[in-house]
């Protein structure tokens, strides 16, 4: 069965290339026909590996005019994905499943909510990949992927052979909203910190008051919501994350330093509406989002 990926992107790049590697059918979906176009002219993927460079001529088509799919990656930005998934409905088979790919939380039940006839499994993943240049990723780190059935706990699906034929590491999971979480989580202490201090992940061990502080408020709201699993240890592994990742930039200070929209409302945002909802005032998680913004909008000035 063929993976449709849409999402030309560092993790959907990368999902593509090393399954297509292992010898299984990838189609790519891309946004529009100028979009095919310019993937056209670069003439495929390449995939960076070891300071190697592979590349890979995938067949593409644009969304308007694509096959219809059984098993899609989507692979995009949360803020793309419920429009990308509304988008793609009718090119959705009987039993279609979908793996959603996407930061933070929010834009996976969204898309689950849109299309309740369709197997909606949602991916976190530790994998390090970024894109040198349009169509070029770079496979800066093996991590691990896991999955899970959003509408609950289920029997894992017989394609997860095909992601250790790619060599893919991963796990089912049969609670993936509290990797989600606690992945949230993570995010939310790390990325918007080194957004306003304009730094590198390691250089963010220099303000461990505020990482102190942040994964406190933090772990009340993954109490509240539910997910004491995901609130437990937190601070020591967000620690641990900042010290894998020293030399990196996060992927919010690299959408921001280049002037990209940023997942913002999927992270932190998602993580005070929650409270919001949950009745709790967590001001340091507040204050954090509205200096963000003003960093965002400053750049975007």
Known sequence: MTWYILGAGSLGSLWA???ARSGLPVGLLLRDRQRLADYQRAGGLTLVEHGQAQHYRL???SVTDSPPIQRLLLACKAYDAPAAARQLAPRLQPGAELILLQNGLGSQQAVADSLPGVRCLAASSTEGAFRQADFQVVFAGQGHTWLGDLRGASAAPSWLAELQQ???AHSWSDDILS????KLAINCAINPLSVLHDCRNGQL???QEAL?????ALQQLLQACGQSSAAQGLLAEVMQVIAATAANFSSMHQD?????????????GYACQQARLHGLHLAVLEDLLQRLQERQAAARA
Do not use: F, M, N
């Open 17 to 19: 290339c090393r399954l």
């Open 59 to 61: 067949p593409a088509h």
């Open 166 to 168: 790619a060599g893919i």
């Open 179 to 182: 990797r989600l979480w606690r």
């Open 205 to 207: 061990r220099d303000h």
């Open 212 to 216: 102190q502080t942040l994964c406190q």
């Open 256 to 268: 921001v330093s280049q002037g990209r929209r940023t997942e913002t409302d999927y992270l932190l």
